[in-house]
Each structure stands twice: as C-alpha cells, then as structure tokens.
C-alpha cells in the first residue's frame, strides 16, 4: 500500500523556474526522504529530514517537514532541464526501525529550456 | 567507491518460469532491501536482508524469495512467474537502521511474456 501521496501528479515549468511538489503521509514516522528518477531508471537519493526538524536544505533543494499535517515539500529553485525527472516522497514507520521505505506514486516534472 | 551494482540490467522470461536477480551493495553497507516498481508507479517494498536473514517482508507471495550472502550481497528468487510480475526490480543498500538513506541500484527490467 501507499504511504506517501505526491501532489501534483506532474508540473510542467520553465527553466529558471522554481517547482514546490508536495507529499503527504498517514502515519507516524522516524524520517521522510525525497528521491529522483530518470526515466524508469535507478533512484538517486536527495535529502532525508528526521521526524523532529522542520526544514532542510542541500544546495538548490529545500524541504520542509510539518508532522502535524502529516505533509512535505520540496521546493527545487532556479530549475534547469537536467531536474526533468519524477520525484518520489518515501517515509518509514515509526518503530518500524528496520527502515523499510513506503513510496508514493510520485510527481512527474518537466522543465522546458 | 562503487555504488549499488545489480545484474542483469533487462531480462525476458516467459510466464512460469523462474528468475533470479542479483545485487551488491554499497562499501561498507550490510542491509539489503529490495523494490518492485511498476510502470507509473512508486517502488512497492518486497523484503530485506539483514544478517543473512529476512528481517522484514512486505505483502508479497511466497513465490518472492531471496538470500543474502556473508560478504552482504544479495539474490532476489521469483518462481512461476506471471505477466503481472513484469516491472523494474529495484535493490537498496543502507545501514542497519531506518535513520540512515538508501542507496539504490540501477534496477533490472523484468519483462514476463
């Protein structure tokens, strides 16, 4: 079953352009982590926020975590053609420490040059 | 230091026959988690490899079956395969808690006629 819920299921931008994609969970959780795919290929992991911070940042890419709504963004700024991927939101369980991923569907991003 | 190495990269079975998948992990990673991923759709947990042991399963048949090996690679077993079990096979390294990220492999493409 699906833990994570991505929301928009696919963004269309411009480069330079900033993308905010946005997942939501159902249960308590340890961590979330953001993942890319490439075209059926490989996940290439982005960053992992704890449960108990509330915003992180690794280069152009920013996170936000709200455990009371359950949600979290990630906001990728200036994109370029090279961010066209699909970007995947997997949390565990909380006290399931065994660190099985529970995936969404994903968001399917499209940057045009 | 080489990432997450999986073989075959695509394979053609034919339904009812059986499939054995392989994957090394990252250097200095023990836990191996395996991925079904369907067209269209986030990675499904199917199991990990903790100790040469299955510590954790999701909900998938008994026909899913695996190994770890003392050196922590890894095997991912399909018998009587079926059309619907044509998807990107997907393997993951990591550390032996769910605080840490996941590496993942390229993948091997499952095609079942």
């Known amino acids: 079953s699906q833990q994570g819920e991505e929301d928009p299921q696919a963004l269309s931008i411009q480069e330079g352009e900033n993308a905010t994609m946005n997942c939501s969970y159902k249960?308590?959780?340890?961590?979330l982590q953001w993942y890319r795919q490439n075209s059926g290929r490989g996940l290439v992991h982005l960053i992992l926020?704890?449960?108990?911070?509330r915003e992180k940042h690794s280069g152009r890419l920013r996170v936000t975590l709200d455990t009371s709504k359950k949600s979290s963004s990630l906001l990728i700024t200036a994109s370029r053609a090279a961010d066209t991927a699909s970007y995947f939101c997997?949390?565990?369980?909380?006290?399931?420490?065994?660190?099985?991923?529970?995936f969404g569907k994903g968001t399917k991003l499209s940057v045009k040059p | 230091d080489a990432g997450v190495t999986q073989s075959p990269t695509h394979l053609i079975k034919t339904r009812g026959q059986q499939v054995t998948l392989r994957c090394s992990p990252k250097?200095?990673?023990?836990?191996v988690s395996w991925y079904q991923q369907a067209l269209g759709q986030g990675p499904q947990f199917i199991f990990q490899?903790?100790?040469?042991?299955?510590?954790q399963r999701g909900n998938f048949p008994d026909r899913f079956s695996g190994h770890q090996f003392p050196n922590y690679s890894s095997e991912l077993n399909v018998n009587a395969l079926l059309l619907g079990d044509s998807a990107l096979y997907l393997c993951?390294?990591?550390?032996?808690?769910?605080?840490?990220?996941?590496?993942f492999g390229p993948g091997t493409r499952l095609t079942v006629t």
């Open positions: 993951a390294s990591s550390l032996p808690t769910g605080y840490y990220e996941q590496y």
């Open positions: 249960t308590s959780i340890n961590n």
């Open positions: 926020i704890r449960s108990n911070e």
């Open positions: 997997a949390t565990d369980e909380d006290g399931g420490s065994q660190g099985n991923l529970i």
């Open positions: 250097s200095g990673h023990d836990t």
């Open positions: 490899y903790y100790e040469e042991e299955e510590r």
